[in-house]
């Protein structure tokens, strides 16, 4: 039987031209010819110092809001070679401190006059190929590494590329690098705990080993044997709340457990605290004192009121730009290195009192009886 309602064609089926047109970006030359003018004109309008009449550039304006019209910077920067895209190479951008640092660069990027694109590296050779693709494809002229483990095959090949490279907490050769004072801040962790009174520290890490993870392992471990503290040093899977939950099922069970732990991330320290309040019973500081990194928003809330040392994502932003405008503008300076300090933060999880201290100022951390006392 002969189908009653066949199906129309695409030129007749109803709101086909709307549906058409929706789909078609608003050309320079619409706006010309609402205009009244011609189409070098337009370009000329949307290019700053470029000659052009008060009267027409009005005009040009005036149709080109009209219309919704926006200049095309793809096309403009494939035509001089500059696509003012800016790749962000990340694993696990979704995770932790990174959401932070990614949301902060993008924003920064964008007011730059950039168009960020976030290149997750993934967790296979199949998704690290598309990455590279998206990257190197669209003619990014900058690369921003961050902290994770981005392979060294992508960074190779943005360099030969000649993209601006600047690494956030990680070395790579030929970079302008941002670090966070890791180091330091772990070092100042461990006298912190010393002063408390600890004398049974531990130091809750992870196995992927990044570089800034790597840096407060051994720079806390470091201190503390110095101080004539005993380290006990377990490492999660991951740098997450899960890793946390891990450290402390093997720490906390063991005799003589720690009584004080540097956690390597806030993450990790999350999962820590609530192993420890749910499945061994220990208040926190009471029985447990604890010390986070990052300072993430959740570290303020009530259910852990973490003391941490603070990395501030505008700040280490603002420092990536600075770095990129100085590189593009001058391509053959010599690579940089800016380092900034790591805040602590005294929360409830620590026996300090609630305070702000920059991490150098360890001298007078360790003479302030208010800050550092005794657990009661």
């Known amino acids: 039987m002969k189908n009653p309602n066949p199906p129309l064609p695409v030129s007749e089926t109803p709101f086909s031209d709307e549906a058409a047109a929706a789909r078609r970006f608003v050309s320079a030359q619409q706006v010309a010819e609402l205009a009244g003018v011609s189409r070098s004109a337009v370009s000329r309008a949307f290019t700053p110092g470029a ?23 793809l096309a403009r920067g494939l035509l001089a070679n500059r696509s003012r895209l800016v790749g962000l190479v990340v694993t696990k951008p979704e995770v932790g401190f990174r959401a932070h640092l990614v949301a902060a660069l993008t924003g920064a990027l964008i007011r730059r006059g950039n168009v960020p694109v976030v290149i997750n590296t993934g967790h296979s050779d199949a998704e690290l190929q598309a990455a590279q693709a998206a990257l190197f494809g669209y003619r990014a002229e900058a690369t921003i590494i961050l902290s994770g ?26 970079c302008d690098h941002v670090k966070i004072d890791n180091a330091g801040a772990a070092r100042l962790a461990a006298r912190l705990f010393f002063a408390q009174g600890f004398r049974r520290l531990g130091f809750a890490g992870s196995q992927s080993g990044t570089p800034s993870i790597t840096e407060r392992e051994l720079a806390f471990a470091q201190e503390a044997r110095q101080l004539g503290a005993d380290i006990t040093i377990l490492r999660g899977a991951d740098t997450d709340y899960a890793g946390g939950q891990e450290v402390a099922e093997a720490m906390l069970a063991r005799a003589g457990r720690p009584e004080a732990v ?65 590189r593009i503008a001058d391509p053959g300076a010599s690579p940089s290195t800016a380092r900034l300090d790591a805040v602590f933060i005294a929360r409830t999880t620590t026996c300090a009192a609630a305070s702000h201290v920059e991490a150098p100022q360890v001298d007078i951390l360790a003479a302030d009886d208010s800050l550092i006392g005794a657990c009661p």
């Open 51 to 73: 000659s052009i009449a008060v009267k027409t550039r009005e005009k040009v304006m005036h149709a080109a809001a009209e219309l919704g019209y926006q200049v095309n910077d």
């Open 149 to 174: 483990s981005p392979p060294a095959s992508l960074v190779e090949t943005a360099r030969q590329n000649g993209h601006a490279l600047v690494s956030i907490g990680r070395s790579e050769p030929g």
């Open 262 to 326: 540097f956690c390597v991330n806030d993450l990790v320290a999350f999962g820590l605290m609530d192993a420890a309040r749910g499945r061994f019973g220990l208040a926190i500081p009471r029985d447990l004192a604890v010390i986070g990194f990052d300072d993430i928003p959740e570290a303020s809330w009530g259910a852990y009121g973490l003391s941490t040392f603070r990395q501030d994502p505008a700040r280490i932003a603002a420092q990536a730009i600075a770095h990129l405008d100085r």
